[in-house]
């Protein structure tokens, strides 16, 4: 069985303050590895993802998350945050076999205050 | 194009009735199909899966049930809702390149 844990269920930060959201995960076989936002009253919107390669892997709003194996981590970070980047964070693996179920942590809560 | 309807968007549904959320895929044909839930202030959870027509694979025992009768069509479903149902349905489908797309979602609140 596979899961995910989220360290830290809310991170309250000021603004242009660095950030990092931590997650962990916990599986027999191999996963691939996702981030999702969800801004308030709105749906989830993936933010980036590993499938292989290089592990740094970089959003377009400036977040960036580096899968260690050895860790089984998938943290996310970034080295400024602004107001616009308060919402809820999900850590997700998905399982490589035939079912590609995705596997939600908790979700940790950015909160960025001026 | 590929899109992902659900409806209602909204739902407010007495202690003991019964369910019926849908879930249509358009633009793809054969998708992985996913139900999730989210409590209030909680993450998402898996409830159900599908591979193809007819198949479901279910994650945790519940009140809940799901079915497929179409390729495209995924269903979730109740005989009778309990206040613990209460929360925000999600239904995903995988594009290729492990794109999850996600539904606009269901609020149901049970009183």
């Known amino acids: 069985a596979q899961s995910v844990t989220q360290l830290d269920s809310q991170v309250p930060v000021f603004e242009e303050a660095p950030v990092e959201l931590r997650c962990n995960y916990s599986?027999?076989?191999?996963?691939?590895l996702f981030w999702y936002v969800q801004y308030p009253n709105q749906g989830l919107q993936l933010l980036l993802k590993?499938?292989?390669?290089?592990?740094l892997v970089e959003s377009i709003n400036g977040f960036e998350a580096e899968f260690n194996k050895s860790q089984t981590s998938f943290h996310l970070r970034k080295p400024s945050v602004h107001i616009s980047d308060t919402a809820e964070y999900f850590c997700?693996?998905?399982?490589?076999?035939?079912?590609?179920?995705?596997?939600f942590g908790s979700g940790t809560r950015l909160l960025v205050r001026p | 194009s590929q899109t992902i309807h659900q409806w209602p968007a909204t739902l407010v549904q007495p202690v003991g009735s019964p369910l019926s959320l849908e879930c249509t895929v358009e633009?793809?044909?054969?998708?992985?199909l996913y139900w999730y839930r989210q409590a209030a202030g909680r993450g998402l959870q898996l409830l159900f899966y599908?591979?193809?027509?007819?198949?479901i694979s279910s994650e945790v025992p519940q009140n809940l049930s799901a079915s497929r009768p179409q390729d495209r069509q995924f269903i979730l479903s109740s005989k009778k809702l309990l206040l613990s149902d209460s929360g925000f349905y999600l239904c995903?489908?995988?594009?290729?390149?492990?794109?999850?797309?996600f539904g606009s979602g269901t609020r149901l609140t049970v009183v």
């Open positions: 995903a489908w995988i594009q290729s390149n492990y794109g999850y797309t």
């Open positions: 599986s027999s076989v191999s996963v691939y």
């Open positions: 590993y499938l292989s390669g290089s592990t």
């Open positions: 997700a693996v998905s399982v490589k076999d035939s079912s590609y179920k995705l596997i």
């Open positions: 633009g793809t044909s054969n998708p992985n």
């Open positions: 599908s591979v193809g027509i007819g198949q």
